[in-house]
Each structure stands twice: as C-alpha cells, then as structure tokens.
C-alpha cells in the first residue's frame, strides 16, 4: 500500500544529482590533456557554442565542428564523441531514493535538465532513467535553459500538480531559487545523507 504525502511529484536535475555532469569544466580539461587541444581556445569556444547545443538548436557534429575541428585534428570526431559519452558515471544512492520514493509515494518524477541532445538522449539509455522518471523536460527538447522560469512552467503544465506539491532536487543554488519563485519547494543537493534530511521534512521518507 503506497504511504499518502502532501508531495505529489518530484523535480530532478540530472548533472549532480542523478549523474555526474555530462559534459563539465572537468570533463574538458580531461578532454584538452587527453587529445592535447590548446585549453583556453576550447574553453573559449565551448563557451560560445555550448549554450546554442543545450537548445537543442545544434547537433553534436555541429557542436564538435565548432568547438574542436575547425582545424585538422590526429583524431576522428567518434573518438572525441566516446570521450565525451565516457564522462558520465551514475550516483547509484540517488537512483535508488527517487525510485523508492516514487514507488512509496506514488509520485510523478520529472527531469528539468540543461543537457544537449545527443548526450541526454545517451545518459537516459545508459543508465535507464526512464525506468522510474516519467517524463523529461530537457532544454534540448523545450529550447529553454535554466534559469528561464519558463522551462519548469512547462514541467508544472505537463505533471499538473500544484507547484506546492512539487520537490525540486538540484545542485546549483540560483535554478532552486527559481523554483522556488514559482512556489516549487526546493532542495540544493550537496549530498546523499542531507538530502534525504530535507526530503524527510517535506514528509518523503524511504525507511519507517
């Protein structure tokens, strides 16, 4: 028998919350060493391109085209490419709470998520978010990127739940803010342990 709550659907960020960053500062620096690109020109030009690719308004061959191989390169870009989808490791705790939590409390799970296309198209199947999240408001599907409130308008209109029934669990400070803008109750995630403390207060408990 699934336990009542007063919370009816849970918000997710994927990056920092259910995986690690699909494609961070981190991640490029490792990419820079590893194919021995000039640091500063590829973050100079990641800057410029990423935010058009999380719109969803660039393929990934597009992105890479501008980014790195605007100039001959020693290396293909389906190389470049498995490093890149190579980055992302799963926070195995986090994909167990939400599912527990969803399967206790009959929530609704949704994904609000700046990510691009290719690589959340990736991350989802690789790590079978769609098995316990119902549906994904990513900024390459909606054209809108946190922190335009827009985009959790969108993911409110699609679960139709009160936005006070609603739990946002997100990393970056400034996104929750938004959220909570619109009445949203959110939790800046730093980790596991916390988390599940402030998910305890909204009344989603996994244990008894």
């Known amino acids: 028998m699934k336990k009542s709550s007063l919370i009816k659907a849970l918000f997710l960020d994927i990056g920092g919350v259910l995986l690690t960053d699909g494609w961070g500062q981190v991640s490029r620096k490792l990419a820079a060493k590893a194919f021995n690109l000039n640091p500063e020109e590829f973050e100079s030009r990641h800057n410029q391109a990423f935010s058009t690719y999380e719109l969803g308004k660039l393929t990934i061959e597009e992105y890479l085209s501008r980014v790195v191989f ?79 409130a827009d ?30 803008d619109l009445g949203i109750r959110g939790i800046c995630h730093k980790d596991y342990k916390s988390t599940c403390v402030k998910l305890a207060s909204f009344g989603l408990e996994v244990e008894e």
């Open 151 to 180: 985009i959790f308008r969108i993911a409110l209109d699609i679960a139709q739940v009160p936005a006070n029934q609603v739990v946002y669990i997100e990393n970056l400070m400034m996104f929750v803010q938004v959220a909570e």
């Open 70 to 148: 605007y100039e001959k390169q020693p290396f293909t870009p389906a190389q470049f490419r498995k490093f890149m989808f190579a980055q992302s490791k799963p926070h195995p705790e986090m994909i167990k709470l939400v599912s527990k939590l969803k399967a206790r409390y009959g929530l609704k799970v949704a994904v609000v998520s700046n990510e691009a296309r290719e690589i959340n198209s990736y991350r989802i199947r690789k790590f079978k978010l769609d098995d316990f999240v119902d549906f994904f408001i990513s900024s390459c599907f909606v054209h809108l990127r946190k922190p335009d």
